[in-house]
Antibody, heavy 117, light 106 residues
Framework: EVQLVESGGGLVQPGRSLKLSCAAS????????MAWVRQAPTKGLEWVAY????????YYRDSVKGRFTISRDNAKSTLYLQMDSLRSEDTATYYC??????????WGQGVMVTVSS | DTVLTQSPALAVSPGERVTISCRAS??????MHWYQQKPGQQPKLLIY???NLESGVPARFSGSGSGTDFTLTIDPVEADDTATYFC?????????FGAGTKLELK
């Protein structure tokens, strides 16, 4: 069974950091582009970042460039999102997804990040 | 960024046919995809490339359109289809999502 399980969320103060992880199983992780998509409370969906199969290419939405870093460990079948200088507007549920040609085909259950003092 | 506009909500009776629309602010060719999100769950891919049914998705779901106007059709609607449906385009950078259409059953 294809599965993505996120972890690492929680409550953090503005300006602080948090690192999310996504453990993949049931498929060949190294063959897939991966992405993070977020959803603010009662809001729509927003693509955050994605990474190529080997990790050599990464892409970010403008609002997180320079603050967030996406990475992967193919040996561990794990995706990461390092979030620095967090802002209140980063409060959301963060989903890990497989990504192919811009299509988010498999989603994890999500992890909540709350940025508040 | 490409803005995707969806109607906020629809209410239909089980057994009926429903169409959910998505209009793009500029052409996205056939780079349009549809997702279903049930309350408290993660989104699920239903349709990709405007009209291709994702594996495992019931044939009651179908998609059509190209350019700027797209529709997701459910025929017939079942009680389990209560959810919010999002469109998403991947033709223009950055990829963007619509605000979602909440489908309720009468």
């Amino acid at each position: 069974e294809v599965q993505l399980v996120e972890s690492g969320g929680g409550l953090v103060q503005p300006g602080r950091s948090l690192k999310l992880s996504c453990a993949a199983s049931g498929f060949t992780f190294s063959n897939y582009y991966m992405a993070w998509v977020r959803q603010a409370p009662t809001k729509g969906l927003e693509w955050v970042a994605y990474i190529s199969t080997g990790g050599g290419s990464t892409y970010y939405r403008d609002s997180v460039k320079g603050r967030f870093t996406i990475s992967r460990d193919n040996a561990k079948s794990t995706l990461y999102l390092q979030m620095d200088s967090l802002r209140s507007e980063d409060t959301a549920t963060y989903y890990c997804t497989t990504e192919r040609e811009g299509i988010h085909s498999t989603w994890g259950q999500g992890v909540m990040v709350t940025v508040s003092s | 960024d490409t803005v995707l506009t969806q109607s906020p909500a629809l209410a239909v009776s089980p057994g009926e046919r429903v169409t959910i629309s998505c209009r793009a602010s500029e052409s996205v060719s056939t780079g349009m995809h549809w997702y279903q999100q049930k309350p408290g769950q993660q989104p699920k891919l239903l349709i990709y490339g405007a009209s291709n049914l994702e594996s495992g998705v019931p044939a009651r779901f179908s998609g059509s359109g190209s350019g700027t106007d797209f529709t997701l059709t459910i025929d017939p609607v079942e009680a389990d289809d209560t959810a919010t449906y999002f469109c998403q385009q991947s033709w223009n950078d950055p990829n963007t999502f619509g605000a979602g259409t909440k489908l309720e059953l009468k």
